[in-house]
């Protein structure tokens, strides 16, 4: 499926590509909001501190200041507490702790760079300048610095003693300790994934304003669905959503942490109200850094069994999370449910057993990053699988063919309770087997040699689960109506995009079900009054879910239109057609224009298409090559190849791009990207000087191919592919430098490879 029959004139996307580009972008700080206030946020400068006493008097009493709130006007406003989700683990040792998050800090700070008052100002200056006179005496309290610190430090919260928020067992362990009993070979791992920032394009901001006469909040912000971020606001607020509206700006990005609300959502709509004005906050990049939900912040531990054949027969695991110091809308959850769906990777293995355990600490809170827990799990998987390869003589391909579930097995049920629904990996290993040239590669590492280098090179065979989210299906209207004589579409769904070109992708499902021109199919995404269910563009889930709800929609349009031209011409709705913009007899002639069919029903049909909620398992195999310069360290990245099952693909340009994109934050992960923290929990990297993020010269052309299986799971065949290429990448990538790295006998650094830390180990292996 693809867009074929596009007139050529421009689609919603196109234009907006164009906007982009040409800085004519409209982003929260382009919106306009005559006479709006300006508020600045005083932070903790402490990770963990009591708050003895805070004095804004002088503050209050500066020039331009209108308000200065505090955590006492939070709990005055009656703010209730964050949403947090969890589906595991009720009746298990520690069900999740959920602690209260205050809006703005009341008696305790936890993390450096939590909210503690905000100020609104006729200007920035003089809200920035009054949050400096705000007087707060801080008692410091001894700060927990990551997952070693957590079990055995003073509680953050007294509820949650050893700092422990959840603990959760799964599958079976009984027979994985026979099947570790009986193995010829066993393969360990462990590792820690280092907290990320996700780094958007702009930092993001709030335009908020507050209906006196209605009651009702309005707010302006980029998000990733309306459903879920109001939501979040309903519970703090106290209000109905009804009395909350979000208008969708242009997003630069989402990755997961523009899923729920935040602290200073809900700030600036009390300031809103507190002053009876519109308040306007951008943040700095810096408080970006602070206050942004961080992703990955795991640790893995894992044993692969093989028995005398080399066949995998059981796998163990340890999940461990890094919190920060609240719990998210579904930090915690991802962490745990994503990786029990794909936590026997693309493997026949019978049996298998997962411990997870979260903690709290003094870092900001954790919430769901681009994959978020499928990377974490993939990449245990599969460098469980190339130890594997390594301590048995195997080759690293021929390993995973040998164990890779069979095409004619799906829809599969793995050891976890999971069910994944088509796949082809033995086609997709023969794919990167063949356009990387993995049975050829002595010229390029003796190339690499002649360098000074080493030459190394990774696999990674993997799936993950796409879809799903809090809603149980997925709606989407679709209204026709006549502009100048043509026929015309507006599509309105709960999901917005932040640069996935949706309007595009949903025009062409329209278009094919219609017979509409896609330039003439507009979509109107989470529109600030939509009442319709689903969840956002989170998962992977976009077009399986609100694409296949268009798809129904455009079924029940078309049954519509075909029965009214049956009528008009006397002919079975059955013996029509539609195309280019017409309805037409078997020979081709024409009965009706659309825009005549739309015209004789009264000059609009509007349907509502439902799609249940379902999930997919996308696919591939991604094989990486690096060098390593033996004198830095420094890791070059020289070829990647990403074999690819996304199911059928709507627009095949823009999935390709979704999947370069997830390949550079794999290779990010790896090779530079780490929040880092200093022993008093002050980060040490919170400026893009000092927190690496992958360039365009850091990454080669890539090579994708596609293969697709489709999913029996939605009318399109379609299967998430947005997170996909992080997913690959960050296996392949560690197991090419890992590969590199055995050549010489050094070992894998912890993650991310910086030059020094590979410089390091290289240095160990040769002294």
């Known amino acids: ?94 069900p999740l702790v959920a602690p209260f998050r205050p809006v703005l800090a009341q008696g305790r700070v936890r993390y450096a760079g939590e909210p503690v008052a905000c100020v609104v100002g006729e200007t920035l200056a003089a809200a920035m300048d009054a949050a400096e006179a705000i007087a707060v005496e801080y008692e410091m309290l001894p700060p927990v610095v990551g997952l070693d610190a957590a079990p055995d430090a003073p509680p953050i919260h007294p509820e949650a003693p050893g700092n422990l928020a959840f603990r959760h067992v799964a599958g079976d362990a009984a027979s994985v300790a026979a099947a570790f009993a009986a193995s010829a070979h066993v393969a360990a791992v462990r590792f820690d994934l280092p907290r990320l920032a996700p780094s958007t394009m702009e930092p993001g901001g709030i335009v908020a304003r507050y209906d006196a006469a209605s009651g009702v909040y309005h707010l302006v912000t980029p998000h990733q669905g309306i459903n879920e971020i109001r939501l979040d606001l309903e519970a703090v607020l106290g209000v109905p959503a009804s009395r909350i509206m979000i208008e969708l700006p242009d997003v630069g990005g989402g990755f997961g942490l523009r899923s729920p609300a935040y602290p200073e959502h809900a700030a600036l709509l009390l300031a809103a109200r507190a002053t009876g004005r519109t308040v306007r906050y951008v943040p700095t990049r810096g408080e970006a850094f602070l206050n942004d939900n961080h992703g990955r912040g795991t640790r893995l531990a894992g044993r692969l069994a093989l028995d005398a054949d080399l066949r995998f027969t059981a796998i163990e695991i340890e999940y461990q999370t890094d919190l920060g110091a609240y719990v998210t809308t579904v930090g915690a959850f991802v962490n745990v449910h994503n990786a029990l769906q794909s936590g026997t990777g693309t493997y026949a293995i019978p049996a298998a057993h997962a411990r997870f355990a979260q903690y709290f600490t003094n870092a900001g809170p954790l919430g769901p990053y681009r994959g978020a827990g499928r990377p974490d799990i993939a990449l245990l998987v599969e460098r469980l699988v190339d130890e594997a390869a390594a301590a048995t003589g195997a080759d690293p391909l021929d390993l995973r063919a040998r164990n890779a579930i069979p095409a004619a097995a799906f829809p599969w049920r793995t050891a976890l309770g999971a069910t994944y629904d088509s796949a082809d990996y033995a086609a997709l290993i023969a794919a990167a087997r063949t356009e990387s040239g993995w049975d050829d590669i002595a010229a390029r590492r003796e190339a690499a040699a002649s360098r000074g280098a080493l030459y190394g090179r990774g696999a990674a065979l993997f799936t993950e689960v796409a879809g799903g989210g809090a809603a149980a299906q997925d709606e989407a209207k679709v209204t026709l109506s006549t502009v100048g004589g043509r026929a015309v579409a507006r599509i309105e769904t709960v999901t917005g995009g932040s640069g996935q070109s949706q309007a595009e992708t949903y025009a062409f499902i329209l278009a094919r079900e219609t017979g509409l021109d896609p330039a003439d199919i507009e979509l109107v995404a989470s529109p600030s009054d939509c009442r319709l269910t689903g969840a956002g563009s989170i998962g992977s889930r976009s077009t399986v879910s609100a694409g296949s709800a268009v798809a129904d929609a455009g079924a029940a349009l078309r049954a519509r239109l075909l029965a009214l031209a049956g009528l008009r011409a006397n002919e079975a709705p059955e013996d029509l057609a539609i195309a280019s913009g017409a309805i037409l007899r078997r020979d081709g002639s024409p009965v009706m224009t659309l825009a005549e069919a739309v015209a004789a029903s009264g000059g609009e049909i509007a349907v509502t ?78 400026s893009f000087m000092d927190y690496t993020m992958p360039r365009a010269a850091d990454v080669p052309g890539f090579v994708t191919l596609d293969l697709p299986t489709p999913s029996p799971n939605n009318p399109l065949g379609a299967k998430g592919l947005g997170e996909a290429g992080t997913t690959g990448a960050l296996p392949a990538v560690a197991n090419a430098v890992a590969d590199a790295l055995r050549q010489i006998g050094a070992a894998l650094p912890p993650l991310p490879c910086t030059p020094l830390r590979v410089w390091e180990a290289i240095r160990a292996a040769e002294f």
């Open 609 to 686: 298409g439902v799609k249940p909620v379902a999930a997919t398992f996308p696919s591939g195999c991604h094989v990486a090559e690096v060098e390593i310069d033996r004198e830095t360290g420094l890791v070059r990245l020289t070829r990647y190849v990403a074999a690819d099952d996304s199911g059928v693909l709507v627009n095949p340009v823009v999935a390709e791009g979704q999947i370069h994109g997830g390949i550079v934050q794999g290779v990010g992960g790896v090779l530079g990207e780490g929040m880092r923290y200093d022993a008093a929990g002050q980060p040490l990297t919170g």
């Open 1 to 94: 499926m693809d867009g074929s029959g596009i007139s050529g004139r421009p689609t919603q996307s196109a234009r907006d590509r164009t906007r982009w580009v040409s800085g004519a972008g409209r982003y929260v700080a382009d919106v306009r909001a005559e006479g709006a206030l300006a508020a600045a946020f005083l932070r903790s400068p402490h990770a963990h501190a009591a708050i003895v006493s805070l004095d804004a008097a002088a503050a209050r009493a500066m020039p331009g200041v209108v308000a200065v709130l505090t955590g006492e006007d939070c709990a005055a406003a009656g703010f209730g507490n964050f949403r947090a989700l969890m589906r595991y683990g009720a009746e298990g040792e520690r």
